[in-house]
């Protein structure tokens, strides 16, 4: 079984034009689902003038609205909890979880019996693609949020799985010494906080037994130095994997070549990538970046049509030496974190890629700091704060002046670093919050 390529080799190496064929049906199956049985979907289908209509080409999937995440949360409130999104009958839903929202109320993801199967059949070919296989138990940290269970139904199905929960470091140290864990799935930026957690119990990372990271949730696994310094402080290999409570807990995952991370959720979701200004379609073609889209293929309980993600990518590639067909990506930043410096656009993940560079004298650990709002608060220079590790006080000199430079290189605007000493600055085992406010 180790030996298998593929979970799912008829999905994963599938011709692109008979994916096109396939895709464009279950497409029409599901637009016509959604005009039956969502009041959403039929009122937003009605004032575009599509109620009712099929679609003659994949293409013409353009004509159809965008969904926003905004209004799923204004469905759920008109008719809490599914929201009018909901398509099936709510005894139907057999899970319900909410995502991690950051605006005081969550939003609830149901999934059927049938959409638990299709998530986990997803996860599972992207997790077989990083190289997931039997003899790995995984603990899994991230168990209140929707992706967990899919997660953890991959591993159950692969290998083995110890559910741990989040802040329970104790508990995940455990499954390593004791419970014979030897991967991780966590948030790119997580590895190196537990590493600092590791050394506060003078335990050396190296002698854990990790064998692979995969990491998710943020960009920055796919970074060279931030992947060389994981890599060298756990002796493990690390990967980068994707999805999203939304539209898919799991659908991208790089290969063993990792020129980027594959789409495999291929029957299940059909990804666009738009233009985030002008909302048009973009071919997709190594070098092209844009937002990425997703509309459902299957879905039962809240079928999503065109879904912005507000994940800004980048495509890798087309073809891979692995065989899959399916086309890669790296995640850049994320629109709604978008900082505008003077009309420049700057995404705090890319700070971070920059900061992270500078290894091993920053540990990847920032906070940037918002005075005002914008776009007053964004005017520079820009108030970032560094953790480091120079050893003296003419290093960190030198290194602030090194990274302001660099900063105005790479992202073309200036900033004012102020560096701090390891551990001052909060440290997440989620996702890690890069900007911070600080007025009221």
Same mark, same amino acid.
């Given at each position: 079984m180790n030996a298998r390529p593929y979970w799912n080799p008829a999905a994963e190496t599938i011709a692109p034009a008979t994916l096109a064929r396939e895709t464009l049906a279950q497409l029409q199956h599901q637009l016509a689902y959604v005009s #039956?049985?969502?009041?959403?979907?039929?009122?937003? /289908?009605?004032? %575009?003038?599509? *109620?009712?209509?099929?679609?003659?080409?994949?293409?013409?999937?353009s004509e159809l609205p965008f969904t926003e995440k905004s209004e799923l949360r204004?469905?759920?409130?008109?008719?809490?909890?599914?929201?009018?999104?909901?398509?099936?009958?709510?005894?139907?839903?057999?899970?319900l979880y909410s995502t991690s929202g950051t605006t005081g109320r969550p939003t609830y993801i149901g999934l059927t019996t049938r959409d638990i199967a299709t998530w986990r059949e997803a996860a599972i070919r992207s997790f077989w693609c990083a190289g997931l296989r039997p003899e790995h138990v995984v603990p899994v940290v991230v168990?209140?949020?929707?992706?967990?269970?899919?997660?953890?139904?991959?591993?159950?199905?692969?290998?083995?799985?110890?559910?741990?929960?989040?802040?329970?470091?104790?508990?995940?140290?455990?499954?390593?010494?004791?419970?014979?864990?030897? #991967?991780?799935?966590?948030?790119?930026?997580?590895? /190196?906080?537990? %590493?600092?957690? *590791?050394?506060?119990?003078?335990?050396?990372?190296?002698?854990l037994g990790l064998k692979i990271i995969?990491?998710?949730?943020?960009?920055?696994?796919?970074?060279?130095?931030?992947?060389?310094?994981?890599?060298?402080?756990?002796?493990?290999?690390?990967?980068e994997v994707s999805g999203n409570g939304d539209y898919c807990a799991m659908a991208w995952a790089e290969c063993e070549h990792?020129?980027?991370?594959?789409?495999?959720?291929?029957?299940?979701?059909?990804?666009?990538?738009?233009d985030p200004d002008t909302g048009v379609s973009l071919a997709i073609e190594a070098g092209v970046r844009g937002e990425l889209v997703c509309t459902s293929l299957q879905r039962e309980s809240q079928p999503l049509l065109r879904f912005r993600t507000r994940d800004q990518v980048l495509v890798t590639h087309t073809e891979c030496a692995c065989g899959r067909t399916g086309f890669g990506i790296r995640i850049i930043g994320r629109t709604d974190d978008l900082l505008i410096v003077r009309g420049v656009n700057v995404y705090p993940s890319a700070v971070r890629d920059v900061i992270a560079s500078f290894a091993p004298l920053t540990n990847g650990i920032l906070e940037i700091q918002l005075l005002q709002p914008p776009p007053a608060g964004w005017e520079p220079p820009v108030h970032i704060k560094v953790e480091h590790h120079a050893p003296t006080t003419a290093a960190a000199a030198e290194l602030k002046q090194a990274i302001e430079?660099?900063?105005?290189?790479?992202?073309?605007?200036?900033?004012?670093?102020?560096?701090?000493?390891?551990?001052?600055?909060?440290?997440?085992?989620?996702?890690?919050?890069?900007?911070?406010?600080?007025?009221?």
């Open positions: #039956a049985r969502s009041t959403f979907y039929q009122r937003k /289908l009605a004032a %575009a003038g599509r *109620l009712g209509r099929s679609l003659a080409s994949l293409e013409a999937l204004e469905s759920q409130l008109a008719i809490p909890p599914y929201g009018e999104h909901l398509a099936c009958a709510p005894s139907e839903v057999r899970r168990s209140p949020f929707v992706v967990a269970a899919s997660y953890a139904d991959a591993f159950e199905t692969v290998g083995t799985c110890i559910p741990v929960g989040v802040n329970m470091t104790d508990r995940l140290v455990d499954a390593f010494r004791f419970a014979g864990a030897n #991967a991780l799935l966590c948030t790119s930026s997580y590895p /190196l906080h537990f %590493a600092q957690a *590791l050394a506060q119990r003078d335990i050396d990372p190296r002698q995969f990491g998710g949730g943020e960009p920055g696994a796919s970074i060279p130095w931030v992947r060389q310094q994981i890599e060298d402080t756990f002796g493990c290999q690390l990967v990792r020129l980027g991370m594959h789409f495999s959720a291929q029957g299940i979701i059909y990804p666009e990538i738009i430079a660099r900063l105005r290189e790479k992202l073309i605007f200036r900033a004012e670093i102020e560096l701090v000493p390891p551990n001052a600055l909060p440290h997440y085992e989620y996702k890690a919050q890069l900007v911070k406010k600080l007025f009221t």
